[in-house]
Every structure is written in C-alpha cells, then in structure tokens.
C-alpha cells in the first residue's frame, strides 16, 4: 500500500512539475512576438558583436602588407617582398592560434555568445517568482497539492529549455559568419555541448530565483541582472582569454562557472579535445549546478510563501 502511495505522490509530483513548466513555456512560445525577439536576438548579437570585435581583421595578410617606401628604400627585390609577405600572413595565423586556440575568432567568440545568451535568459527566471507573487497566481500554486520546490524546479527547468534552444540557434547562425568545428568534434559532441549548457542554466537559474524569492518588487530583479551580468560575461573567457587578463582578473575568472561552462563547450566544438580538462570543466559546473540548485530548494521550502 504504502509502494502504491510512493508511486503515486512520484507522479503527482511530476504531474506538477510538467504542468508548471508548460505554463512557463507557454508564456515564451505562444506570444509570436516574443518568440520571433528570441530568434532574432541572437543573430543580431552575433552579427553586430561578432563583426565589430573581429579581431582576425587585426592580423590579417593584409595588416602585415609592405609599403611601397621600406621597399625602395631597404632595396628589396620581389623574391624577398613576396617571402616577407608570405611569412608575414602566416604569422598572422599562427598569432590567433597560440592566443585563441584558433585561427578563427569569430569561432571562439561564438561560443561566449552561446554562454552570455544562456546568462541573459536565465536571469529572468528570478523575475518571474516576482510577476507571479504580483499578480496573485503564486499565491493559487501555493495552494495546491504541488510542492514548493517543484515551483523552483519548473522556472528553472524552463529557463533552461529556452537558454538552450537560443544556443542551438546561435550555433546554427555562427557557419555562415565563419564559425569553424576542430578537428577533433564529432556529432556526438553536441550531446556534450548541450548536457554543459543544461547544467550551468540549472545552476545559474537555481541562483537568481534563490536572490529573488523574497522579492516582491521588480527593482530587485532588475538590480540584481545589472549588478551581475557584466562581470559573469567580462570576468570569464567569453571574448578573450583568461591567461591573457591581468592577474587580479585571473583570480575571479578562474572561479567563474561561465568560464569553465565556455571551455568546456570550446573544447567539444573548436579545440582538439583535452579530455582532462574536459571532465574538470564538467565537475565544475555539475557541482555549482548542484549546490545551487539544493540552495534554492531549501530557500523554497523555508521562504517561499504568499
């Protein structure tokens, strides 16, 4: 009797859950508008940011040509100018490389644009516990059956999805800006890809909810996303590298989630895989996916009310 009830109860709650969680995406897909704003948000981020911090262009061919003054006067003949522009343009590529891992910036740039949207949406998710406390429907959730961590659970997992298919479509968008795969990717890398993106948006939008779920003034959530999105994005490996950086930055960079989040999607899609580091990055995230999403469990039970 007693497996019965177990079973039941595991049902309801997923019953719940599912439930919750649909309402959520409801509000995202069925307004056209918004949906078309989430298609087109990435494209335009990737296109304009993309474009204007295109630092390939800085060590282009092109950027190491001779002018026509060195050549009179150092003498040179063509042999020597054509081999001093040939090494020239492939010290250009090997610049990018030894500082980026590769030889395409717009490729390593895509991948922080794949991290900062996940940030950006996951955000809101703490702003929702504020909308629904506002506008009353909080209150008719907390009373039902349904516990109040699957409350958590279902703005998180929402966030998630739809960070996640925003990746997907800035992915899509980066082949025809010039996104290159390493040597080593293989499709089934993607799995690795998305399993990161789950596991940071889960963690991330476990900290936010846990930040608002007092709140009941939309300042609040609106403090926090200004307080927090410019370091989480600059102060990780989004567009530039962490051993680059100066030392103080280093430090907070090396305990940002983002910034494993990004290495490790970068060592799935563009570097030759190291698969140490790979399973490093992985351990980081799940555990600050972990902790976090305990943290707003708990908070859930003890401080989520009407």
Same mark, same amino acid.
């Given at each position: ?27 995202? =897909?069925? !307004? ?5 704003? *989430? ?6 981020? #990737?296109?304009? #940011? ?21 050549? *009179? ?10 081999? #001093? ?7 250009? %590529? ?7 891992? *590769?030889?395409? =910036? ?9 991290? $900062? *949207?996940?940030? $950006? ?8 516990? /504020? ?6 429907? #909080? ?10 961590? /699957?409350? +958590? ?11 996640? $298919?925003? !990746? ?5 968008? !980066?082949?025809? &800006? ?5 040597? %080593? ?14 596991? /940071? ?5 476990? @900290?936010? +909810? ?14 926090? @996303? ?7 994005? $600059? ?9 680059? @950086?100066? @030392?103080?930055?280093?430090?907070? !960079? ?16 563009? &570097?030759?895989?190291? =698969? ?11 555990? &600050? ?13 003890? =401080?989520?009310?009407?």
């Amino acid at each position: 009797m007693s497996e019965t009830n177990g079973r039941l109860n595991s049902r309801s709650k997923l019953h719940g859950l599912w439930a919750l969680t649909n309402r959520e995406l409801k509000k995202w =897909y069925k !307004a056209p508008v918004v949906f078309l704003l *989430t298609l087109i948000q990435p494209i335009i981020w #990737l296109g304009l #940011l993309g474009n204007a911090l295109n630092l390939g262009s800085l060590v282009s061919p092109d950027s190491f040509a001779i002018p026509a003054q060195v050549i *009179t006067q150092l003498q040179l003949s063509p042999s020597q100018v054509s081999g #001093l522009q040939q090494l020239f343009g492939n010290l250009g %590529s090997q610049i990018l490389q030894s500082t980026f891992g *590769t030889t395409s =910036y717009i490729s390593f740039m895509a991948v922080g644009m794949m991290a $900062f *949207t996940a940030l $950006f949406t996951t955000m809101f998710s703490g702003m929702s516990v /504020v909308w629904d406390r506002r506008l009353g429907f #909080l209150n008719k959730v907390l009373s039902t059956p349904v516990s109040r961590s /699957v409350i +958590i659970l279902s703005k998180v997992l929402s966030a998630t999805l739809r960070s996640m $298919f925003q !990746a997907l479509i800035i992915l899509i968008i !980066a082949i025809p &800006f010039g996104f290159q795969l390493g040597a %080593s990717f293989t499709p089934l890398n993607l799995l690795g890809v998305f399993a990161m993106l789950f596991l /940071v948006c889960v963690g991330l939008s476990s @900290m936010f +909810i846990a930040i608002n779920i007092r709140s009941s003034r939309i300042e609040t959530p609106m403090a926090v @996303m200004n307080l927090l999105n410019l370091p989480l994005t $600059f102060a990780s490996s989004a567009f530039f590298p962490i051993d680059k @950086m100066p @030392m103080w930055l280093q430090a907070v !960079a090396n305990v940002n989630p983002m910034s494993y989040t990004i290495d490790g999607i970068r060592q799935l899609l563009i &570097f030759n895989t190291n =698969y140490t580091q790979l399973a490093w990055d992985f351990a980081y995230v799940g555990i &600050f996916a972990a902790v976090l999403t305990t943290i707003g469990i708990v908070l859930s039970w003890r =401080y989520l009310n009407k």
